[in-house]
């Protein structure tokens, strides 16, 4: 039967494999595998692929421990693969495929709960991560690609490999920590722009930032940035940071705030698709009442600020609802002062922000969600009130 025949040549192939005889042990593999492939165990193709590797056929090599990753199944034996493949492209000059192997073994490595002992984060030890990407950033500069090098070069440093400070300073005629000083100093410029409504200062200084050690960008940088790029009409910048705060970013005003925005974003690149199912996102998250309100919020001040009143309007009712079913409260208790709660004041001072843009301004509305602000201790509401009976 084949099967048979092809587990003797396999069984050979080991043989001359372990006796270092390549050229005999990938001759036997290709026959074994052309009778029936499915003998082979993720070991066969690990084996075959660095057969082909030794006698310098660095393009089969590839192809076979591909297979070899496809079937295996411990975190052990792909990271092994992985490092294998990676070097096995390197070999063949195909580098990008180099980098994208060793990103998914750093990947696998983290991600895999047996290593959550080991140190993870940046600022710890941590040889196997640190060597990896030093690794990578070499390939980055092989292809040229000195920005992308110099990230990885200031992960590999984060984790304490010896080289990277070195070649960081060859790289850039600075060290590593002074750079990383510089960064953030631009970060907290471009930050006070940004609060200061100065999109434009602000977008230029992150972008100057960015350019220099960009995983110091926090969540909120890149929210900032990206709001700011927006502004700026940067849209692929922008796209790029808000999808990185989505990523990132735990506080769900925020996160969900970008959503929205880049629902905009994708609605001006004509992806109607995909602007819709952003839209949707935040609202399919909320899953109860609270975190419902925070979503019709943040809904309610982006399309405010795109210049949608009415719509804005809205969803901070909607908000008000759902904040108000969380309290276990009505209006009738907000009118009768019992509800003493910031953030549903801040909801009703935002609908008064957004009236006082309406041309025809109704005065008496306006004032009604001024009082309701200030009945629920909101600050600004209560100053605003009490300056408009002055």
């Not at 935002?350 to 008496?364: G, H, M, S």
Request: charged share 30%; hydrophobic share 35%; proline share 1%.
């Amino acid at each position: 039967m084949k099967k048979d025949e092809a587990v003797k040549l396999i069984e050979q192939a080991r043989e001359h494999f372990y006796n270092n005889l390549y050229d005999s042990a990938a001759a036997l593999y290709l026959k074994a595998y052309i009778l029936d492939k499915d003998s082979f165990d993720s070991q066969d193709f690990s084996d075959m692929g660095n057969s082909y590797y030794e006698i310098d056929n660095f393009a089969t090599a590839a192809i076979y421990l591909e297979k070899a990753i496809e079937i295996e199944t411990s975190t052990g034996g792909l990271l092994l693969l992985y490092a294998q493949i990676a070097d096995t492209y390197e070999r063949a000059k195909n580098y990008q495929k180099a980098i994208d192997n060793l990103e998914k073994m750093a990947e696998l490595y983290i991600d895999d709960s047996h290593f959550k002992g080991a140190e993870l984060e940046a600022g710890f030890e941590n040889l196997f991560l640190g060597t990896t990407y030093f690794k990578i950033a070499g390939l980055y500069f092989i292809e040229g690609r000195k920005e992308e090098g110099l990230d990885y070069l200031g992960r590999a440093i984060d984790f304490g490999h010896n080289g990277a400070k070195e070649e960081f300073k060859e790289k850039t005629n600075q060290d590593y920590v002074s750079a990383k000083e510089q960064t953030q100093a631009l970060i907290k410029k471009a930050t006070r722009y940004y609060i200061d409504d100065n999109y434009e200062l602000a977008a230029k200084t992150f972008k100057e930032a960015f350019i220099i050690i960009p995983e110091v960008f926090e969540s909120f940088d890149l929210f900032a940035m990206g709001i700011s790029c927006y502004y700026t009409k940067d849209y692929r910048m922008a796209k790029s940071c808000l999808e990185g705060t989505m990523v990132l970013e735990t506080n769900k005003n925020r996160q969900f705030y970008a959503c929205f925005f880049l629902s905009h974003i994708y609605k001006k690149q004509h992806d109607k698709e995909m602007a819709i199912a952003l839209m949707a996102n935040p609202f399919s998250l909320a899953n109860n009442h609270f975190d419902k309100s925070i979503a019709y919020f943040e809904h309610g001040r982006v399309e405010d600020t795109m210049g949608n009143p009415r719509k804005a309007i809205d969803s901070f009712h909607k908000s008000i609802d759902h904040l108000l079913q969380h309290l276990s409260h009505t209006e009738a208790d907000v009118m009768a002062g019992k509800v003493k709660y910031d953030t549903l004041g801040k909801i009703y001072f935002n609908i008064a922000i957004t009236l006082y843009k309406f041309k025809n301004k109704d005065w008496e509305r306006i004032d009604s969600y001024m009082q309701k602000a200030a009945l629920c201790g909101y600050k600004t509401g209560v100053e605003l009130k009490v300056n408009s009976e002055q």
